[in-house]
């Protein structure tokens, strides 16, 4: 009977809770587990195909994870195709997903890329065109008044698919959800919107979001990302809004760039296209991320971002600026490693592609950063414009302790400095001491230039930038040695 107490006393003091599990296969219905189960149960995807037509809706605490070979999709298979004229063209597709954005966030070769269902042979992504009669080899027309899609190659020995479903998982109001070790692709995610949406209290680890529309993931407040490889998603591939966000050890790469394919997906990266983009956040946190080839910024926050740190990241070869702070306020951007961002020159004669751009932001401090032949080095912008938080001006920027690398840069760009993007006059207010905007103790390896900076609208050398009062203290002549090493990051 002592033994038996004693038993019973443990029982009663140290209960085990473990949350229920159940496997769900290939074809079988997510949501109808899901109704199934309490809050909190994981839900293991078996292997193979889990096409989601309608997107599944969790309970607190959900769980939902895969095994090899797992893959989530939002795609339709294509069959009973028709051929007519050199084409084939299926019927009965009556999707048709939100292309509401404005004019101007395509270029002008790519009318349809607000369209959000894409198309693919074999997981090579298609280019859309906007008129039957311009279809040929490798694109697609998507006639939405007659619920048709014609394609210019033959797709009879191919597996072809169209993304119909905006996301797998909707919000719902859980909480504390984790979604992991999935592979998630061809969701047709409406322009400024993510394939997986991450909402209060979410996890996404470890997971590999490819081949997705408008984003990979989207983020909102207590949403954490980490160890996620974010991919080949058009428009963007990482995005978000809200507080206490965390951006994780990921691997965030060819944002708006066709699957299978070097070709853009066709926006326009000076209205909104890249790696990421970041909108209204307060203490937003990047960190230990490694972001590359990217047809558009590398990490950028534009309007309304607060009390921001993007640090420990590794940003290589994106098309316009490695890390892009923007009309916001308050942001520590330091020991990241930048290299060869900008180079395209896409933009011509826009001075701010390069390494790190701080554009009508005020309370912004620059430190620790290593760049090496960008574009440009550190760039400010002036730029007079509002937001919900107020004017937007370049107040009290703080660049310093950084190493600069040019030496590879052509003297006609290579910049560092201060421009004001309205009139880039000496008598704008970012220039004048009350501003506070000043560079101290970087260390610059400059190439043949010799003009490498630029203030109060005129291009300066080495000697007649430090008459500014700026790096009296720096240093200009790191000598001839070896390239700095780089800070390289695994994210799994």
């Given at each position: 009977m002592k033994h038996l107490a004693l038993l019973l006393m443990f029982v009663v003091a140290a209960p085990v809770s473990v949350s229920a599990q159940v496997t769900i296969p290939a074809g079988d219905s997510i949501q109808d587990a899901v109704n199934l189960n309490p809050a909190g149960t994981t839900y293991i995807l078996g292997t193979g195909y889990h096409r989601i037509t309608t997107g599944v809706t969790l309970k607190n605490d959900d769980i939902v994870e895969g095994v090899m070979g797992t893959i989530v999709s939002g795609a339709r298979v294509l069959t009973g195709w028709t051929a007519l004229d050199g084409r084939w063209y299926v019927t009965g597709q009556t999707q048709q997903g939100t292309a509401d954005i404005p004019a101007g966030s395509c270029l002008p070769a790519y009318p349809r890329c607000n369209n959000p269902e894409d198309l693919f042979f074999d997981n090579i992504q298609k280019y859309h065109e906007d008129a039957l009669a311009d279809v040929g080899p490798g694109e697609y027309f998507f006639d939405y008044a007659a619920d048709r899609i014609y394609v210019g190659d033959d797709p009879t020995s191919a597996t072809v698919e169209t993304s119909v479903t905006p996301r797998p998982f909707l919000h719902g109001g859980a909480t504390g959800v984790t979604i992991r070790y999935l592979t998630i692709e061809k969701f047709a995610a409406p322009t400024g919107d993510g394939a997986l949406g991450l909402w209060s209290g979410w996890l996404a680890f470890q997971n590999t979001i490819r081949w997705n529309h408008g984003g990979g993931i989207y983020q909102v407040t207590l949403s954490t990302a980490t160890q996620n490889v974010v991919t080949y998603n058009c428009g963007m591939s990482m995005m978000g809004a809200g507080s206490g966000i965390l951006v994780f050890q990921n691997e965030i790469s060819y944002g708006n760039v066709m699957a299978g394919s070097a070709q853009t997906c066709g926006y326009d990266v000076l209205w909104g296209a890249g790696c990421s983009k970041w909108v209204s956040t307060q203490d937003l946190i990047v960190r230990g991320n490694y972001v590359h080839d990217c047809y558009g910024p590398g990490i950028w926050a534009d309007?309304?971002?607060?009390?921001?740190?993007?640090?420990?990241?590794?940003?290589?070869?994106?098309?316009?600026?490695?890390?892009?702070?923007?009309?916001?306020?308050?942001?520590v951007i330091r020991n990241n490693t930048l290299t060869q961002n900008g180079l395209d020159t896409i933009y011509g004669f826009y001075p701010t592609n390069g390494g790190i751009e701080v554009t009508a932001a005020a309370n912004v401090e620059v430190y620790g950063n290593l760049l090496y032949d960008n574009y440009n080095g550190i760039m400010v912008m002036d730029d007079d414009r509002n937001g919900a938080m107020g004017e937007f001006n370049s107040v009290n920027v703080y660049i310093h302790n950084n190493l600069i690398d040019q030496r590879n840069i052509p003297g006609t760009s290579g910049y560092n400095g201060l421009m004001d993007f309205e009139d880039n006059t000496p008598t704008g207010p970012a220039f004048q001491p009350m501003a506070n905007n000043r560079w101290a103790n970087n260390t610059y390896c400059l190439g043949a230039g010799p003009l490498f900076f630029s203030w109060e609208g005129e291009d300066l050398t080495a000697v007649e930038w430090r008459a500014q009062g700026q790096d009296t203290a720096g240093n200009f002549a790191c000598g001839v040695g070896p390239p700095v090493r780089l800070r390289l990051i695994s994210v799994r």
């Open positions: 309007i309304d971002n607060e009390d921001g740190l993007i640090e420990d990241n590794v940003v290589s070869f994106c098309r316009r600026s490695g890390i892009f702070w923007e009309l916001s306020f308050a942001a």
